[in-house]
Structure formats: C-alpha cells, structure tokens
C-alpha cells in the first residue's frame, strides 16, 4: 500500500511538472533538428498572436503540430506561449520568426488541424521592406493581421496597416499580396506590450 502511495505521488508530482513549469521546451513526436541547432542569441521584435475563447490544453496542442510542420529541417518557429487570462493568451517568437511564416501561425491557429474550437486570433507586427509578401505601401510599418469571418476559402491571412492600407494575404501560388480597395477592418492598436510578459510563467515550443 505504501509503494503505491510513493507511486501516485511521483506521478503527481511529474504532471505538475510538466504541466506548470516556466520555460518548459515542448515538442512533438515527429523528427526535429539536433538541439545543438537551437539558436541562443533573442532577436528584437514585436511579432505577438493574441489567441482569445480556447482551453490551454488545445492551444498547446495545436502549437506542437504547427513546430511539426515547420521545424523538420530547421528551427523556422520557436513559439512562445503565455496565459494573460482565462481563455486568453499571447504567442511571441523571442527568437523571431520570418514574416510568412508568421502569416502561416496566423492562419493555422485559427484553424488547427484536428482540433475543432471557435478560437478568436489577431496579430500584430512591424514589417520590413525585405519581408515575402509586403510590398512598397505596407513596408517599414505596423500592421494588424486576422482572419475575416466571411473568408470561406481558409487559407488567407488578411492585413491593415497604420494607416488603414488593407491587404489579402493568400497561400496559393500568384495571391500573396492583393490590396483591397478598403480594408477588411480597420487597424487597432494591440491592448497588450511584449514588457507585460516578463513576470509570467511561459512554455516554449520546438
């Protein structure tokens, strides 16, 4: 009786663990580059996804099987994630992350595959002249990114900048950058600071 009681507690004790602890480097299942390809220098940026109305566990999950698809040959995506409050969170790269395959979170965090929520996701960013996909009239400037509710087809990412220039951002191949002649919804300003991160517990993803 008493080796099962040390049993149940060590078990215990190991999911709280692996549930809670700061920093935590998680991964899935599928092959990854060697550890010793993880980068070690954070690069300045303010790429942050605001992920609102989902259960942590299922936020968790899906940012797994996006590090799946973009991290088999090469660390492209190093999510971060933290709890703001319930239901609601904030995804960051501290080690930065091209701005497609920002654009690519986007979209996959708000259609997980094989994960069914009614997730609310937006993203903000500062583009450079050198991203894919930006063009003269949204470089060098603050943008919004969502995905607008009447988009059927599920593979855009649309795009405001500050000064309300709206794009549609799409996968296949010639629709990357499609100004719009308004913008989808108009640029608002992120409710939250990359600073009002430092004092929370955090997981990172590989």
């Known amino acids: 009786m008493k080796f099962v009681i040390i049993t149940v507690v060590f078990l215990i004790a190991g999911f709280v663990i692996w549930r809670f602890l700061p920093g935590?480097?998680?991964k899935g299942s599928k092959s990854r580059p060697s550890d010793d390809?993880?980068?070690t220098?954070?690069?300045?940026?303010d790429k942050i996804i605001m992920v609102e109305n989902v259960q942590h566990d299922d936020l968790r999950r899906a940012l797994i099987k996006f590090c799946e698809l973009y991290n088999e040959s090469d660390f492209a995506a190093l999510p971060r994630l933290c709890q703001i409050s319930q239901g609601k969170y904030a995804v960051t790269f501290p080690y930065d992350i091209d701005f497609m395959t920002f654009c690519f979170a986007v979209n996959f965090l708000g259609y997980p595959t094989d994960i069914a929520w009614a997730g609310k996701v937006r993203a903000w960013a500062t583009t450079k002249s050198t991203d894919e996909w930006v063009t003269r009239e949204s470089a060098n400037k603050k943008v919004m990114l969502f995905l607008a509710e009447?988009?059927?087809d599920y593979?855009?990412?649309f795009l405001t900048t500050e000064d309300n220039i709206g794009y549609k951002?799409?996968?296949?191949?010639g629709e990357e950058?499609?100004?719009l002649s308004t913008p989808n919804e108009r640029y608002i300003k992120p409710k939250v600071a990359l600073e009002d991160f430092n004092t929370l517990k955090f997981e990172d993803f590989k």
């Open 24 to 26: 935590l480097i998680l």
């Open 37 to 39: 390809k993880l980068p």
């Open 41 to 45: 220098i954070k690069r300045d940026n």
């Open 150 to 152: 009447d988009d059927k």
């Open 155 to 157: 593979d855009n990412v």
């Open 169 to 173: 951002l799409g996968f296949a191949s």
């Open 177 to 179: 950058k499609q100004m």
